[in-house]
T-cell receptor, first 113, second 113 residues
Framework: GENVEQHPSTLSVQEGDSAVIKCTYSDSASNYFPWYKQELGKGPQLIIDIRSNVGEKKDQRIAVTLNKTAKHFSLHITETQPEDSAVYFCAASMAGGYQKVTFGTGTKLQVIP | KAGVTQTPRYLIKTRGQQVTLSCSPISGHRSVSWYQQTPGQGLQFLFEYFSETQRNKGNFPGRFSGRQFSNSRSEMNVSTLELGDSALYLC????????????FGQGTRLTVV
């Protein structure tokens, strides 16, 4: 089955700096890679996703890159703000089927004002 | 548009009891997936339902079961509760299947004593 590794497990950055979270996956059939942000006491919220036919996707301060050959993808947050502090999860699945979504173990991001 | 609604938000049960959790997906979404979230194991996939049929199942014992109704609402049941079942149970709804945008509810916090 699919295995997703996520690093780092914790990340502290100064407000305004960039943060990068990296994930690797094992199943080359996976083609859909969402990222979720989970704040305390809430369910995960989809913040950005990327499909395997795209190498990069941006949405304001957030970007995701995908390297299919190396089977890794990354989340980039620029100009971090205190409200970016949360736990971030990457995930992998195969769109178009009913393959389960496999999540990474999460990265706790702390943005220091 | 209403989000994913999970009830109840909190539950305390005794070992050996059974529990039923409910999830109402976003209107128009036909797929509901369930996850168990614990500090040690992260987000673990339980099962996915689409059009009242279980399409995929994670590696959980048979004590964990679920169903989906014709209006796409879903329930999951855990019988013979164990202390290790204490967790946040999350459901996610998506329009088609797990490989598309999924939206999570706030979860049900189950504590087994």
């Amino acid at each position: 089955g699919e295995n997703v590794e996520q690093h780092p497990s914790t990340l502290s950055v100064q407000e305004g700096d960039s943060a990068v979270i990296k994930c690797t996956y094992s199943d080359s059939a996976s083609n859909y890679f969402p990222w979720y942000k989970q704040e305390l006491g809430k369910g995960p919220q989809l913040i950005i996703d990327i499909r395997s036919n795209v190498g990069e996707k941006k949405d304001q301060r957030i970007a995701v890159t995908l390297n299919k050959t190396a089977k890794h993808f990354s989340l980039h947050i620029t100009e971090t703000q205190p409200e970016d502090s949360a736990v971030y999860f990457c995930a992998a699945s195969m769109a178009g089927g009913y393959q389960k979504v496999t999540f990474g173990t999460g990265t706790k991001l702390q943005v220091i004002p | 548009k209403a989000g994913v609604t999970q009830t109840p938000r909190y539950l305390i049960k005794t070992r050996g009891q059974q529990v039923t959790l409910s999830c109402s997906p976003i209107s128009g979404h036909r797929s509901v997936s369930w996850y168990q979230q614990t500090p040690g194991q992260g987000l673990q996939f339980l099962f996915e339902y689409f059009s009242e049929t279980q399409r995929n199942k994670g590696n959980f014992p048979g004590r964990f079961s679920g169903r989906q109704f014709s209006n796409s609402r879903s329930e999951m049941n855990v019988s013979t509760l164990e202390l290790g079942d204490s967790a946040l149970y999350l459901c996610a709804s998506s329009m088609r299947n797990s490989g598309t945008e999924a939206f999570f509810g706030q979860g049900t916090r189950l504590t087994v004593v």
